[in-house]
């Protein structure tokens, strides 16, 4: 059974949220201010962090930001009433993993979270390769650890899912919506700009000169391709 942290100010949605959940077979904690959300994570074994970014005491993008700074990659699913482009693409380079936008379906809710459990058994999976290395550079997909030219950092999952996408088809071309399919699960969501945000990030950590990659190349008109 998996565990959901529910972090929700609204009673009413929480309920419901609690209700629908347990019905799919998840095991949910509930907290309603933000302020008592990092204690309550802390204590527990979570699956799946549903997150509200409007919230008293602690916003849900502080939160996600202080989670991810606290080393967990736990998978983080934004709720909130906030829709537009940039805030979906701020949430998403905090740490986030989705974005589902107030009043939305259950329906719709419960596949985004069967989609985020399926792309994560893809990125841990035991068949494939947990780390890549070339050049001198190496990314680790179990630990979300990356090597440089600049020394060590920390990818987010989605960073990590990216590269991973593009590293296992090295040398041919892929589009922004075979990325935005493979990573986030639709093609609509969240925006082609997200891709270009994610590749600019990779490049900062594994290339020499971000400005003339070598490695996560632009195709113009297309997409990207790793070359090694």
């Known amino acids: 059974m998996k565990t959901i942290l529910l972090v929700e100010d609204d009673r009413n949605l929480a309920d419901g949220l609690t209700m629908n959940l347990e019905a799919e077979g998840y095991q949910v904690v509930a907290v309603a201010d933000g302020s008592h959300v990092l204690e309550t994570f802390r204590d527990g074994m979570f699956d799946l962090v549903l997150m509200d970014i409007m919230l008293p005491g602690m916003d849900g993008l502080t939160l996600t930001r202080r989670i991810r700074q606290e080393g967990s990659t736990v998978p983080i699913l934004f709720i909130t009433a906030r829709g537009r ?29 069967q989609g985020i459990f399926r792309r994560q058994a893809w990125l841990g999976s035991e068949e494939a390769a947990t780390s890549y290395e070339f050049d001198g550079r190496k990314i680790d997909f179990k630990t979300f650890r990356a090597e440089g030219p600049g020394g060590e950092f920390e990818l987010t999952r989605k960073e990590c899912m990216v590269a991973k996408y593009l590293i296992e088809r090295a040398g041919e071309v892929v589009s922004r919506d075979q990325l935005l399919d493979a990573v986030w699960g639709y093609h609509i969501y969240p925006t082609n700009r997200t891709i270009d945000n994610f590749i600019l990030k990779l490049r900062k950590i594994f290339e020499d000169d971000p400005k003339e990659p070598k490695y996560f190349k632009t195709i113009r008109g297309v997409g990207y391709s790793f070359q090694q």
């Not at 482009?85 to 905090?94: F, P």
């Not at 740490?95 to 107030?102: A, R, S």
């Not at 009043?103 to 809710?109: G, H, I, K, Q, S």
């Open 85 to 113: 482009t940039e805030e979906r693409i701020e949430g998403l380079l905090a740490g986030g993993d989705d974005y589902i936008t107030k009043p939305f379906d259950t329906a719709e809710l419960m596949a985004r979270i």
